[in-house]
């Protein structure tokens, strides 16, 4: 049978707006979660990381806000830029002694126009 | 430096074959994980190695498996392919598996099974 693809939420904003992407953990155990962007034909790339005991991390041009009683989290970007335009994965980790295994969540499409 | 190496990049195969992959982490880092991407499940974990030993395993048939070797290079084999493990198979490294330094990605082995 055919099978169901996921769709992935889609964010179309103009050269030079801020960018928010969100995205719910699962997890309440989960202590470590991380950004990554992903192109077209490449492997995830990280952006940023935050930890449990922090709500809000910054890095350049972008921003990460962590809130636990909801279980949500969220990466904010900065004057988007066209070279921004990617696939952005939230991943969660729940620690212990292997943080080589995560769980993605399932992407947000952004779309940067000129 | 080099980042992480993984091979072949495409490759095409017949229901029933068997396939390896194989990826090189960037040196010195000692911990491998494997990650299988499709449009239906998205990124999903397979299986995490240190020092040649598998520390985690994510939910998948024993028909996917996985080394590493002295030198930190992993290698995964899919046995009695199916349709539904076209996919691309990502592999990451990182310095330990304590670490909660980012996971760095290859740009991944795209199989496709027919």
């Known amino acids: 049978g055919e099978s169901v693809g996921l769709h992935l939420p889609t964010l179309s904003v103009q050269e030079g707006d801020n960018s928010i992407i969100n995205c719910a953990y699962s997890?309440?155990?989960?202590?470590?979660f991380i950004w990554y962007k992903q192109e077209s034909g490449k492997g995830p790339q990280f952006i940023i990381d935050?930890?449990?005991?922090?709500d809000k991390r910054q890095g350049q041009r972008v921003t990460v806000l962590l809130n636990k009683t909801v279980k949500h989290l969220s990466l904010q970007i900065a004057a988007t830029q066209p070279g921004d335009s990617a696939v952005y994965f939230c991943?969660?980790?729940?620690?212990?002694?292997?943080?080589?295994?995560?769980?993605f969540g399932q992407g947000t499409i952004l779309t940067v126009h000129p | 430096k080099a980042g992480v190496t993984q091979t072949p990049r495409y490759l095409i195969k017949t229901r029933g074959q068997q396939v390896t992959l194989s990826c090189s982490p960037i040196?010195?880092?000692?911990?491998v994980s494997w990650y299988q991407q499709t449009p239906g499940q998205g990124l999903q974990f397979l299986f995490e190695?240190?020092?040649?030993?598998?520390?985690n395993k994510g939910n998948f048939p024993g028909r996917f498996s996985g080394r590493q070797f002295s030198n930190s290079r992993s290698e995964m084999n899919v046995s009695t392919l199916e349709l539904g493990d076209s996919a691309l198979y990502l592999c990451?490294?990182?310095?330990?598996?304590?670490?909660?330094?980012?996971?760095?990605f290859g740009e991944g082995s795209r199989l496709t099974v027919l």
């Open positions: 190695y240190f020092s040649e030993t598998q520390r």
């Open positions: 997890n309440s155990a989960s202590d470590y």
């Open positions: 991943a969660e980790n729940a620690g212990g002694t292997s943080y080589g295994k995560l769980t």
């Open positions: 990451a490294s990182t310095l330990s598996a304590g670490d909660t330094g980012e996971l760095f």
């Open positions: 935050i930890r449990s005991n922090m």
């Open positions: 040196s010195g880092h000692r911990s």
